[in-house]
């Protein structure tokens, strides 16, 4: 695979398992304010931003005294009291290491905003080894939409073909090959099937098992 000069990563269930936590909050806030959200949702949400999925429920399932605006400051509130117990998805940190060595450019496309990736970062002293990051407040469109990937390869400034994003998510895999890039799908989040009926390049179950892929491991 030395024809790929960058990886893109995603941030959360790539680098840090989050995604039950940021599920966890949402519950609780809907639960706040009565609103009754059907379990298929949040499997439809993965991978979106909190912003698409907190209006997509409000404008369901809430009244019209209901803000979405105040839904998603809960919702980010009850999370901040979650966040100190992230953990990295195993051997995220290592890879991260690892691919620093080896290819030209690392970047960081995510739906997470601007503070959750600085206190992940923080935490995991993972800033020395990226080179881009974007986040939700440059993003217009969210994930499946491929701005967000569009945005990161020009910031690269490489050609979307030298560059190979790791999503986790179907949303995430559909915003990427939108954007012209190929994917390593890690199975922390969907199932095996699942990624492969989203038509990800390539499906590993861990970062041991991508970085032998990519002749590194």
Known sequence: MSLFQALIFDLDGVIIDTESLHAQAKRLAFE??????????????????????????????????????????????????????????????????????????LALTTSATKQNQLFAFAKFGLQPYFDVVVTAEAITHTKPHPEPYLKTVEKLGLPAAACLVIEDSTNGIL?????????????????????EAAQADYIVHSFAELASLLGFG
């Open 32 to 105: 706040k304010y009565a609103l009754d959200v059907p379990e298929l949702w949040y499997q439809q949400f993965r991978g979106r931003s909190d912003q698409d999925m907190v209006e997509s429920v409000v404008a369901e399932f809430g009244d019209s005294a209901l803000s979405s605006a105040e839904v998603l400051a809960l919702k980010h509130e009850v999370f901040s009291t979650l966040h100190e117990n992230i953990m990295p998805v195993e051997g995220a940190v290592e890879f991260i290491q690892q691919a620093r060595q080896h290819f030209k450019q």
């Open 175 to 195: 915003s990427a090959q939108g954007a012209g890039c190929a994917v390593a799908a890690i199975t922390t989040s969907f199932s095996r099937e699942e990624l």
